[in-house]
């Protein structure tokens, strides 16, 4: 199986370095640059005769938009899985850094450091973010075959969560994701559970894209 994971394109909160989350806000609409990279990411799909099996994509608007831009001409009818919305930031979303430490002093100062989501109000906790990557691979792996060429449109803190869990890591890797940047892997399913040797055969799982901008090359 081909999975790909494809991060939304420039919102206005990225531009001006507001936090985004699970809300969808005004600020974490698309930008006409985010409409651009999605175009263009379509282009290139089209240039290289790229057409997926299945599409999902996250529920919240900038990827709902960026899967239209980008994959509207495969004519496929696209799932919205919840699974793929954003991280929860809480109290902290819509907010600058500066005025997260103007408004909540004593979480900021908790959470700057330690990035423990525990000390930030109505956020989604670290468990449930990772069960959540877990469920995302889970569900790739239960719903599809070796054949099928899988693209998921969703977001920076869930893309982490779930390469962190192919990678089957107990860690979280910080990953500076680019918008519409592609993570293409190569998993045979039919292994992935296999507890022999299997493991160490690196032609059963495949890093083809890490991070990439193809299109805006």
Not at 37 to 45: E, N, T
Not at 134 to 156: P, Q
Request: with cysteine; aromatic share 10%; proline share 3%.
């Amino acid at each position: 199986m081909r999975l790909i994971l494809i991060r939304h394109g420039e919102t206005k909160a990225n531009l001006v370095m507001r936090w985004s989350g699970s809300k969808d806000l005004e600020i974490t609409n698309l930008t006409a640059e985010g409409k651009s990279q999605a175009k263009k990411l379509g282009l290139w799909f089209k240039q290289e005769n790229f057409v997926p099996t299945q599409v999902y994509v996250s529920p919240q608007k900038r990827a709902q938009d960026t899967a239209t831009l980008a994959g509207g001409h495969w004519n496929l009818s696209f799932t919205t899985l919840e699974d793929l919305r954003e991280t929860g930031a809480g109290i902290f979303e819509g907010h600058t850094w500066e005025e997260i430490e103007s408004k909540y002093p004593e979480q900021a100062n908790n959470f700057k450091d330690s990035r423990d989501w525990s000390f930030v109000d109505e956020s989604e906790q670290e468990i449930d973010r990772r069960n959540r990557g877990n469920r995302v691979l889970k569900f790739a792996l239960d719903h599809h075959g070796n054949e099928d060429v899988v693209v998921m449109f969703c977001h920076a803190g869930i893309i982490q969560h779930t390469v962190s869990c192919i990678f089957e890591s107990p860690k979280l890797w910080g990953i500076g994701t680019k918008n519409t940047a592609i993570f293409e892997f190569q998993l045979d399913i039919h292994k992935w559970s296999e507890p022999s040797r299997e493991r160490f055969n690196p032609t059963s799982w495949r890093i083809i894209r890490f991070n990439e901008q193809p299109h805006l090359a």
